[in-house]
T-cell receptor
Framework: NAGVTQTPKFQVLKTGQSMTLQCAQDMNHEYMSWYRQDPGMGLRLIHYSVGAGITDQGEVPNGYNVSRSTTEDFPLRLLSAAPSQTSVYFC??????????????FGSGTRLTVV | TQLLEQSPQFLSIQEGENLTVYCNSSSVFSSLQWYRQEPGEGPVLLVTVVTGGEVKKLKRLTFQFGDARKDSSLHITAAQPGDTGLYLC???????????FGPGTRLSVLP
């Protein structure tokens, strides 16, 4: 079982460049999300999706786009990279079982540096 | 905006000691989760609690959800070096579509 797979693991971008972080899961989870993790600030939600064709914004969505054309894939696009987007990005997925989310499965992260 | 605070921020103890870390908020959560994260990896789920006052045990780890569902604690008995890591709590709203994470407690267990 691969779980949640993120690529690439490391990336360096120049200011203004665009790129897509890939996320794929093989657990048939309805819910997928993107978080960024910065020192002392915990994990902050960027965007999330409750199923194919449905996305919504989280706490820090500016500068990022997402789409969900399949259950398995949830790519995160950086439109014009800025140094403030230097961070570690995590993709997470879970089942939606009615009233509760019983826990995320996280990928191993993408460490992004914008210079 | 719902906020979660965790204390202590850092904790360094000797193998065999007991410890408790805390997760607090002024908001009520429908469920609360604890994760452990090791360097270079994503967080790994330890437990989910959903009922006020609920206590769950996972080997040497004991998790408690506050009666008012605003706080939680994690107690580790006889800590081992393998317990070293960043412990994160996360509180969810109804339907779990918006989980808020605390900043974490970084635990170091020395042999």
């Amino acid at each position: 079982n691969a779980g949640v797979t993120q690529t690439p693991k490391f990336q360096v971008l120049k200011t203004g460049q665009s790129m897509t972080l890939q996320c794929a899961q093989d657990m048939n989870h309805e819910y997928m999300s993107w978080y960024r993790q910065d020192p002392g600030m915990g994990l902050r939600l960027i965007h999330y999706s409750v199923g194919a064709g449905i996305t919504d914004q989280g706490e820090v969505p500016n500068g990022y786009n997402v789409s969900r054309s399949t259950t398995e894939d949830f790519p995160l696009r950086l439109l014009s990279a800025a140094p403030s987007q230097t961070s570690v990005y995590f993709c997470a997925s879970s089942y939606l079982t009615g009233a509760y989310n019983y826990g995320y499965t996280f990928g191993s992260g993408t460490r992004l540096t914008v210079v | 905006t719902q906020l979660l605070e965790q204390s202590p921020q850092f904790l360094s103890i000797q193998e065999g000691e007991n410890l408790t870390v805390y997760c607090n908020s002024s908001s009520v959560f429908s469920s609360l989760q604890w994760y452990r994260q090791e360097p270079g990896e994503g967080p790994v789920l330890l437990v989910t609690v959903v009922t006020g006052g609920e206590v769950k045990k996972l080997k040497r780890l004991t998790f408690q959800f506050g009666d008012a569902r605003k706080d939680s604690s994690l107690h580790i008995t006889a800590a081992q070096p393998g317990d070293t890591g960043l412990y994160l709590c996360a509180g969810g709203d109804n339907y779990g579509q918006n989980f808020v994470f605390g900043p974490g407690t970084r635990l170091s267990v020395l042999p």
